[in-house]
């Protein structure tokens, strides 16, 4: 009989509808920003938690919509009139909404599974972890909507409810992250640990996964709303009421204190494998990470061009190309450790931009530059970025292929004419003095020190 109901339920009330515009709503997130987790699982669970930031609200208005169906159609006291237990009645539309919810989101993220196993060379089990947290998140919403629709049956509780719950999951984490007025503006607050009992999750690095034990005291905590959610909708008697506030209470006093701080950086790891060295030895060694092994193809010309060009000038020149291991650093839970050194026969590049497909984009003829400037650049942390040494990278770099820097985009016309000096005044040296001072200047950026790197920009140097 109750599977009976159960099926009515499925092809009569709003459940379907829900589960539709969830789908729709996920998929066109997810699809209009394929750039962000194409080639990677891990991106995908992580986006995939992120766009609760949107499902949830939806699924919080749509189990209110539910929830005030009897009061809508005046049938509450015909049904208190019989002997048949609450829960009974509600338990199989309850189980239409869950089943509907979680299909959409098991199918959006499929969907957008097409995007990443074409180039995917690394398959982290520990994203199928991050992602079904998102399972008890959308239960949870939608019955605890039912239950706000139930107990406030109105036609303005369901949007209410989903402004409500966009504020608690989209803007609550910006707001616990706000600088402190004072002294350090400039610092951040670290995110409490109750952060974490959100289900949404932002900002982490494509070297990186979530720690399982977060993702498992997550989901303990909300399995326990979502049993609150689903005791509140069959509650009759004051008594019941407060009982069923119990296993969210519990589910908090038992996550809590064993979630880290720092929101989603301080739950974050460095995924050994997703960092092992993929290499292409037909020539010059070039290495990418595991978890970027699609993009090695694009990535090995461009590379050995590079170190052609070096082995040319540069005395004791770099001879394979790496792609770095550092963590982009703003997802970094601690930025004061300084990274392990490369070796002098190395250069390390940074990631190439990823396009929506998964593969590297090279258009702008960015990345050939950037791979001349990295061989005088050391992984010694924090390094700069602009100023004096960033100038001289420039000019370092456009050495190696014989012309003048190429001019910036919104780079004023006084610091063009200023690297355009630094470059002439360094090739009229004779081409020993040239090469004697480009070698200084590699050994000392190697040892992370920038002084005998900036001196090229100086035309009085002896």
């Known amino acids: 009989m109750t599977a009976r109901i159960f099926r009515i339920e499925l ?68 049904f208190a009139s019989t002997v048949r237990p609450r829960w009974q009645r509600v338990v199989p539309t309850a189980g239409a909404l869950a089943v509907t919810v979680v299909t959409a989101y098991v199918l959006v993220f499929v969907i957008a599974a097409g995007w990443v196993v074409p180039t995917s060379g690394y398959f982290p089990s520990a994203s199928i972890v991050v992602t079904a947290v998102g399972v008890p998140a959308l239960i949870a919403a939608g019955w605890l909507g039912m239950a706000a629709g139930r107990a ?40 409490p640990a109750a952060m974490l009992l959100l289900p949404t999750i932002n900002g ?14 997550q989901a303990l905590w909300l399995v326990s709303l979502a049993a609150t959610g689903l005791l509140l909708l069959s509650a009759v008697r004051r008594r019941a009421i407060a009982f069923a506030v119990l296993p969210a209470v519990l589910g908090v006093a038992v996550a809590l204190p064993l979630l880290p701080v720092g929101g989603a950086r301080g739950a974050a790891v460095v995924d050994p494998v997703a960092i092992e060295l993929v290499c292409d030895n037909d ?53 004061e450790t300084a990274p392990a050194r490369h070796a002098a026969d190395t250069i390390v590049f940074d990631t190439p931009t990823i396009n929506r497909l998964g593969r590297a984009d090279l258009s702008g003829d960015y990345f050939l530059p950037s791979l001349l ?26 050495w190696l292929t014989g012309r003048p820097p190429a001019p910036q985009p919104r ?5 063009m004419a200023l690297l355009e000096s630094a470059y002439q005044a360094l090739v009229s040296l004779p081409e020993a003095e040239q090469r004697r001072r480009m070698a200084t200047a590699r050994e000392g950026v190697l040892a992370c020190r920038d002084d005998e790197l900036v001196a090229i920009m100086s035309k009085d140097r002896p």
Request: with cysteine; aromatic share 6%; net charge positive.
């Open 152 to 191: 406030v049956p109105r036609v303005i509780t369901a949007p209410v409810l989903a402004v409500v719950g966009f504020v608690l999951v989209g803007l609550a984490p910006e707001l616990a992250m706000a600088p402190d007025t004072g002294a350090e503006i400039a610092r951040f607050r670290p995110e």
């Open 11 to 78: 092809r009569r009330s709003a459940a379907l509808g829900i589960g539709v515009l969830l789908l729709v709503t996920g998929a066109a997130l997810l699809l209009s920003s394929t750039e962000f987790f194409a080639g990677r699982w891990m991106q995908l669970a992580v986006l995939a938690r992120s766009i609760l930031m949107v499902l949830l609200p939806l699924a919080l208005a749509g189990g209110a919509w539910m929830g005030r169906r009897d009061a809508r159609h005046r049938v509450g006291e015909l």
């Open 204 to 217: 982490l690095d494509d070297f990186q996964t979530i720690m399982t034990r977060v993702s498992l005291l």
């Open 283 to 335: 020539g010059p060694q070039v290495c990418v990470r595991r978890v970027h092994a699609g993009l090695l193809p694009d990535v090995v010309g461009p590379a050995r061009q590079a170190l052609g060009m070096m082995a040319a000038k540069l005395p004791d020149a770099p001879v394979r190309a790496v792609q770095t291991q550092q963590v982009t650093f703003w997802a970094r839970p601690d930025r």
């Open 373 to 398: 400037e990295a061989a005088w650049q050391q992984e010694c942390g924090d390094q700069p970025v602009l100023g004096d040494v960033y100038r001289a990278r420039m000019v370092a770099a456009a």
């Open 411 to 415: 780079w004023a016309p006084e610091e």
